[in-house]
C-alpha cells in the first residue's frame, strides 16, 4: 500500500491586537491569535488536542508558547502533551529563541523539512500546523503602537491506502 496525506480541515484567523508594543516580542504579540485560532479549531472539530499526534505554531518562541498554553488552559484546554512551536524545532539550546518571531521562514522550513518527513514515515499521522504572524510597519513600531498578530490553522492528515 501506499499513504497519502491530505489537507482536511483549514481555519483562517483573525486580526487579534492585545497591546503588545514591544517590537523585541513578536510571539507575545502573536500568541492571543494563536490561542483564538486554536481554540475555534477544537471547537469546531469537537476535538481535543490528544485527538493529533501534533499542534505545531508558528514561532511563538519561549514567551508567546507559555503564553499561548496558559490562555488555552484558561479554557480548560491542555495543549502540552502535544505542542511544539516551531522555533523551539528549529533553533538549538544555545540559541536564543525567547522572544520567537523569526517568520514564515522558520514555519515553512519546519513544516516541510521534520515535520513532512515525520508525517511520510509515518510517526505523525493528524497535524494541526498554526502558521503565525504579526502585522507591523516601521511606523507603528516607532511610535510604540500595539502590535496586531493573526494565525491560520491547517489539519494535515495521513492516510494509507
Not at 45 to 67: N, R
Amino acid at each position: 500500500g501506499h499513504s497519502r496525506l491530505r489537507l482536511t480541515h483549514v481555519l483562517f484567523g483573525k486580526m487579534i491586537e492585545m497591546g503588545v508594543k514591544d517590537a523585541n516580542n513578536m510571539g507575545a504579540a502573536m500568541a492571543p491569535a494563536a490561542y483564538d485560532t486554536l481554540s475555534t479549531l477544537l471547537q469546531d472539530l469537537g476535538a481535543q488536542p490528544t485527538d493529533f499526534d501534533c499542534i505545531v505554531t508558528g514561532d511563538l518562541g519561549h514567551v508567546g508558547a507559555d503564553l499561548l498554553l496558559t490562555l488555552l488552559r484558561t479554557d480548560g484546554i491542555d495543549l502540552s502533551p502535544v505542542y511544539s512551536d516551531c522555533g523551539s524545532l528549529l533553533f538549538g539550546d544555545e540559541q536564543d529563541a525567547h522572544a520567537g518571531g523569526s517568520g514564515c521562514g522558520c514555519s515553512a522550513a519546519v513544516l516541510c523539512g521534520p515535520l513532512l518527513r515525520d508525517m511520510q514515515a509515518g510517526k505523525i499521522r493528524r497535524l494541526v500546523f498554526a502558521g503565525t504572524g504579526a502585522m507591523m510597519s516601521p511606523t507603528s513600531v516607532q511610535q510604540g503602537q500595539p502590535i496586531a498578530g493573526i494565525c491560520h490553522a491547517a489539519v494535515i492528515e495521513r492516510s494509507d491506502a
